[in-house]
């Protein structure tokens, strides 16, 4: 969990975003969800990406930072 909220780029397709979610499958891989920054105030969607393929590029934000009153899940960008 410690790469949760770090700036993450993608090495093979160069996508970057905050890494806000992580995922365990049971047969051993593991992989991250990157959210881009907005452009022009327009989102894109989020990618996920296996474990290895990802490099930390930057501090990105504390959970802390974002932290709603209430405890919450992804409403959307979940694994598919």
Do not use: H, S
């Amino acid at each position: 969990m410690k790469n949760l909220g770090k700036k993450g780029k993608d090495q093979i397709t160069g996508f970057e975003g905050i890494i806000t979610g992580r995922c365990n499958y049971l047969y051993g891989c593991t992989q991250y969800c990157l959210v881009p920054k907005a452009i022009n105030g327009e989102t894109k969607n989020a990618e996920w990406f296996d474990e290895g393929r990802i490099k930390i590029i930057g501090k990105g934000v504390a959970p802390e930072e974002v932290k709603g009153d209430k405890d919450g899940g992804p409403n959307r960008d979940c694994p598919r």
